[in-house]
């Protein structure tokens, strides 16, 4: 067995525990997340129980309605007090949104770090999509170049160079690249206790 091998496996056999203990951690029941997250009791019994290995639409509903990002379940566990990153170390962070490059350059995951935070390139016209963006937190960005603009309940920003934007994120929000050329940040997602 390779080592990508072992490593996909220890992840697998630890995700039924993972979604266990968010859930229990919230004080719901399998039929709250069932009803949160659309996926029947029984299939997130077998899936916490290792039974069955979730597809990627399963456990995006049910990090979604744990109020997880889905990198938390699928991470490996490296809880540490300090975490130091080389420049040339930084590693991806997956997102679905086009143009969008992040790389992580904090803990991989919270653990007992309430916020994360990411270099990020953001392509020319490239954007957060149509739909506002709405979630637990606080977010920070910092611009190193480019121009981007940012709607944060309602309200248009504009950050250029050394410009930067804090808000709370239970407010609409959204984002994209206004300028001639690739923005360059500093993102930074603090997540309240819920």
């Known amino acids: 067995m390779s080592k990508q091998d072992n490593q996909v496996e220890k992840i697998v056999s630890k995700l039924g525990q993972k979604i266990r203990a968010v859930r229990k951690e919230k004080g719901l029941s399998l039929q709250d997340l069932a009803r949160r ?18 597809t990627i639409t399963t456990m995006m509903k049910i990090a979604d309605a ?14 540490r007090d300090v975490v130091f990153v080389h420049a040339g170390e930084r590693k991806p962070i ?5 143009g969008l490059l992040l790389q992580g350059i904090s803990a991989k995951k919270y653990g007992d770090f309430i916020m994360t ?9 490239a954007s957060s999509g149509r ?8 977010e920070l960005i910092y611009c190193l170049e480019g121009s981007m603009e ?45």
Request: aromatic share 10%.
């Open 94 to 98: 997956f997102t679905f949104k086009k």
């Open 37 to 54: 997250s659309g996926i029947s009791a029984a299939g997130i019994h077998k899936i916490e129980s290792n039974g069955i290995i979730p």
């Open 117 to 125: 935070a990411a270099y990020a390139e953001v392509e020319v016209g």
């Open 131 to 138: 739909k506002k963006m709405s979630h637990r937190g606080e």
């Open 150 to 194: 940012f709607k944060v309940n309602g309200r248009t920003y504009i950050l250029n160079p050394g410009d930067s934007l804090h808000f709370k994120t239970h407010l609409e929000h959204s984002w994209k690249n206004v300028g001639k050329g690739k923005a360059k940040l500093i993102w930074i997602l603090a997540v309240s206790p819920s």
């Open 66 to 79: 744990l109020g997880k990002r889905i990198s938390y379940f699928l991470e490996e566990e490296e809880e």
